[in-house]
């Protein structure tokens, strides 16, 4: 069962004998009330006061609450600078530039494939099947002796549907390397997170975010949930202090409400649906897709036309008709309900027109 051994042993050998940083306040411990081991201000700075002092390298205190809050011990906690600092610290761990490989399933999330092509790693892409569903069989297929990693994002961006747990499940289980598995959108979803499967999936890595349903998208700050070898590294490569003290704090300050936020996210689910029925009675609309998230995948009769007609309107969505096979759809992010109605005025105004 253990996969952990193996993966681990695959590392790349400059990162196994990588000695980290040590900061002043690595180095350092016990109790005291005079710093001078960080050449910081003393005085601070009067206009912006309480940022003097370098945070936290390791983040303890937040993550002792992240990890009362998601029930997972500290030690399999990853702190990085948005869940996109994970992804390109696993890149820099796991795969060797020039010679491994990673699988993704597009349409799916831009930064894997731009991670990857940073870090000079190959990929090979097994495109959704049958309602965006992965295709297990193929995705099995093209694991070579090359492959590190298999990306799986569920709630899937920009489709919107969970992949089914039975794919994720098999996939685990019949591969050799890590499956990074993104659940930035998993609180609006009907199923539940993968966290708890962690215990018997060493290989797993399961990330998550404050910027989607957390609302705190300008904090930048993303968990990572992995077994604690992996997780050591990831504390071995990343930046020092790549969360600062403002993000620490203000992250600090939102777990009590996420942990009571069901309730608002009940009422966001009726929100969706609501968006989602009224735009299926546009005639400009052709379908719109299933969401397990905040945002809806609409395929429009013509959808640059109504991309163009609402930017004019200072409407944004996001055309993803580049992406999605026979092309011609938005994904749009639920608002406020005074946005929604807004989007909504400005389409009838397309279907009305002629
Ligand atoms: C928005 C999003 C994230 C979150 O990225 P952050 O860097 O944490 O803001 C991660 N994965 C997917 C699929 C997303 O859509």
Redesign the pocket.
């Known amino acids: 069962m253990s996969k952990i051994f193996k993966i681990i042993k695959s590392v790349r050998k400059n990162i196994i004998e990588l000695k980290p940083y040590s900061s002043a306040r690595d180095e350092f411990k016990g109790k005291a009330d005079v710093f001078l081991d960080a050449n910081e201000n003393a005085y601070g700075n009067k206009a912006v006061p309480n940022f003097n002092r370098y945070p936290d390298p390791l983040q303890s205190e937040l993550k002792a609450e992240i990890s009362d809050w998601k029930k997972i011990s500290k030690e399999k906690i990853f702190l990085g600078n ?4 994970a992804i390109d610290i696993l890149f820099r761990i796991f795969c060797t530039p020039g010679k491994d490989e990673v699988i993704i399933c597009p349409p799916t ?1 831009g ?1 894997y494939e731009v991670s990857a092509t940073i870090n000079d790693v190959k990929i090979k892409k097994v495109n959704l099947i049958n309602d965006f569903q992965l295709d297990v069989k193929r995705i099995l297929k093209n694991i070579s002796i090359k492959t590190k990693m298999i990306f799986i ?1 569920s709630p899937n ?1 920009p489709t919107g549907n969970l992949m089914q747990e039975k794919s994720i499940l098999k996939i685990s289980a019949s591969f050799n390397g890590l499956v990074i598995l ?1 659940e ?2 998993i609180d609006f979803a009907p199923g539940k997170s993968f966290l708890n499967k962690l215990k018997v999936l060493d290989n797993l890595v399961i ?1 998550q ?4 349903a957390g609302g705190l ?1 300008g904090l ?3 968990m990572a949930f992995a077994n604690e070898k992996v997780i050591d590294l990831m504390n071995k490569v990343k930046p020092p202090y790549n969360i600062n003290q403002f993000s620490i704090d203000a992250g600090l300050k939102s777990i009590p409400a996420h942990k009571k936020s069901e309730k608002l996210i009940r009422e966001f689910i009726g929100m969706r649906k609501k968006l989602a029925k009224d735009l299926n009675d546009l005639k400009c609309v052709v379908e719109v897709f299933p969401s397990d998230a905040n945002f809806l995948l609409v395929k429009m009769k013509n959808a640059k036309k109504a991309y163009d007609y609402l930017s004019r309107k200072g409407i944004v969505v996001r055309d993803r008709s580049s992406v999605i096979k026979d092309g011609n759809c938005l994904r749009i992010t639920i608002g406020t309900s005074q946005e929604n109605k807004k989007l909504m005025d400005c389409l009838k105004k397309i279907d009305n027109e002629k």
Do not use: H
């Open positions: 948005g869940s996109d600092e999330y930064m994002c961006n993104d930035a959108y990330l975010t404050f910027s989607k998208a930048r700050l993303g």
